[in-house]
């Protein structure tokens, strides 16, 4: 079991930029694909950004550029670098988390097993 904790979101201006951050415990974030997924209101769980056990990351082509996935291991916690923030990016941020060493390229909710509360992002024009 993995418990998730966000935290890191807020309000900004487009071309802002914000760190969101997720915490585990109860287990490892070693060797586990890790990602954050974003809803907006009236919209589908979008993933944007995964990064599997060897590191590797994957991104959505909405952030691609603009976005980085890290985790620091030591403080047991992932990261979602965003900068140049669009109004479009506003949403719920949520990290999740899956069993399996590896990432697939198309990021779904359902393949994720563990998630947090979520965060949210407000990006003002």
């Known amino acids: 079991q993995v418990q998730l904790v966000e935290s890191g979101g807020g309000s900004v201006q487009a071309g802002g930029s914000l760190r969101l951050s997720c915490a585990a415990s109860g287990s490892t974030i070693s060797g586990r694909c890790m990602a954050w997924f974003r809803q907006a209101p009236g919209k589908e769980r979008e993933g944007i950004a995964a990064t599997a056990g060897d590191d590797s990351t994957v991104y959505a082509d909405s952030v691609k550029g603009r976005f980085t996935i890290s985790r620091d291991y030591a403080k047991h916690t992932l990261y979602l670098q965003m900068d140049s923030l669009k109004p479009e990016d506003t949403a719920m941020y949520y990290c999740?988390?899956?069993?399996?060493?590896?990432?697939?390229?198309?990021?779904?909710?359902?393949?994720?097993?563990?998630w947090g509360q979520g965060t949210q992002v407000t990006v003002s024009s």
């Open positions: 999740a988390a899956r069993e399996e060493f590896h990432c697939f390229r198309v990021m779904i909710a359902r393949d994720f097993y563990y």
